[in-house]
């Protein structure tokens, strides 16, 4: 019913789909050594094909916005990776027990009830689930 012309243009965004997100899941995939997650990356292989099928159910604008939205994110991400990587930015000396324990800090919430870092360490070593509540000294205004 609808031609030879159309229902290959249609069928043509199910395959361009395909290579695209398998594309950018080879781009945007780090490779790994933990079998866990090279495990998660095999099965991930089978994705674009999922998404494939999935298309040719759905309008072909859905489609059609699927491949741009994936070739815009690949693009983007490789591009903020490369400039990234092109631009390293320097790490700051930052002393952080100048920050953990001064006033500003957002380890020092009185809300909490922590004064000093030692405090907030001896609680988190008891293993035990913290008190929701409020504990405001009294002499804190």
């Known amino acids: ?39 998660s990356q095999r099965i991930l292989k089978y994705l674009p094909l999922l998404i494939g099928y999935f298309s040719l159910s759905v309008p072909a604008g859905l489609g059609v916005y699927w491949i741009t939205n994936n070739v815009l994110s690949t693009v983007s991400s490789v591009g903020i990776k490369s400039y990234l990587k092109a631009n390293p930015q320097k790490a700051k000396e930052i002393d952080i027990e100048k920050l953990a324990n001064s006033q500003n800090s957002a380890l020092y919430n009185p809300a909490w009830g922590y004064s000093t870092r030692e405090q907030m360490f001896d609680e988190a070593k008891l293993n035990v689930k913290p008190i929701l509540k409020a504990r405001i000294p009294e002499n804190f205004i």
């Open 1 to 39: 019913m609808l031609g030879w012309h159309d229902t290959i243009a249609f069928l043509t965004i199910p395959i361009i789909l395909i290579i695209a997100q398998a594309i950018s899941l080879r781009i945007l995939t780090p490779p790994s050594d933990d079998p866990t997650i090279q495990q």
